[in-house]
């Protein structure tokens, strides 16, 4: 290649870089400010997949000054996941007490319990049409287990399922362990104010299920809350099952 034209081609290069880092800053912003649902090709998990392959071509290249810049987008994704879930290894705690608990969508969250086991055992409605199970077990203490499926929840009703299933968590007298389908990411609005107001936090690590039809902008919408002296091992995803096993240390109520 001679030399002009080596120069047009880095010349190129660079307005790509730069164009693209705007973008993505821009799209970055926009994922961690807005409080309205965003496409799911603009969520951080694709802007993180997205700036690490940028950090790592344009570092191939030599071009340092843009290679920085894309890992500083990297850097604001990843923080910014990771202050709202697990990315690649789920939460581990070795408490006093264990649990196996499952989820599959057409099964019910009592079926794995025996009846003097249970203390307590619903549904709750939210917006009037979405449900989600509940119950509180007694191995030697006391505990409340939810389970939700928002997979058909629509856009417009995240915002208030997702306040109703706040106050509902409010008002159990028991520790909770919340999980299933949430139908929309840790990172998003609604997600993040439930999880600020009710205390709870995301054990599992991110995590595709077979419970959502794949396509290539697929978004995890499984997860496993818990309190803070909490964590989970041993997730197992076998067809529609996921297993796993919840450590903790018993909570005052």
């Known amino acids: 290649m001679g030399y002009l034209s080596q ?30 649902l965003c496409l799911a090709a603009l969520s951080p998990l694709y802007l993180y997949l997205i700036s690490a392959l940028l950090t790592v071509y344009t570092f191939w290249r030599k071009r340092y000054k843009y290679m920085l810049g894309f890992f500083l987008l990297f850097i604001t994704n990843s923080t910014f996941i990771s202050a709202n879930a697990n990315i690649f290894v ?20 009592t079926d794995r319990f025996n009846k003097n086991q249970i203390i307590n055992a619903g549904e709750v409605l939210f917006d009037g049409k979405y449900a989600a199970e509940y ?5 030697q203490n006391p505990i409340t287990l939810v389970k939700v499926d ?13 306040e109703q299933l706040s106050n509902f968590l409010k008002m159990q007298n028991y520790p ?3 999980f299933g389908e949430f139908g929309i990411p840790a990172w998003t609005f609604p997600f993040r104010k439930m999880m600020i107001t009710s205390g709870l936090s995301v054990k599992n690590r991110i995590l595709f299920t077979k419970n959502s039809p794949f396509n290539i902008f697929s978004l995890p919408g499984f997860y496993i809350l ?7 091992k041993d997730v197992q995803q076998t ?6 096993i919840i450590s903790f240390n018993s909570v005052e109520p």
């Open 150 to 162: 928002f997979r058909d929840v629509e856009k417009k009703d995240f915002n208030i399922v997702f």
């Open 239 to 244: 067809g529609k099952n996921i297993d796993w």
């Open 7 to 36: 120069k047009k081609h880095l010349r190129r290069e660079s307005w790509f870089c730069i164009i693209v880092m705007v973008i993505l800053a821009v799209m970055t912003g926009g994922g961690i400010l807005t409080k309205n």
């Open 90 to 109: 789920a939460e581990d705690f070795d408490g006093s007490e264990k649990m196996e608990l499952s989820f599959n969508p057409e099964q019910k969250i």
């Open 176 to 178: 909770v362990v919340l």
């Open 135 to 139: 119950v509180t077990v007694e191995p």
């Open 226 to 232: 818990g309190f803070r002296e909490m964590g989970i």
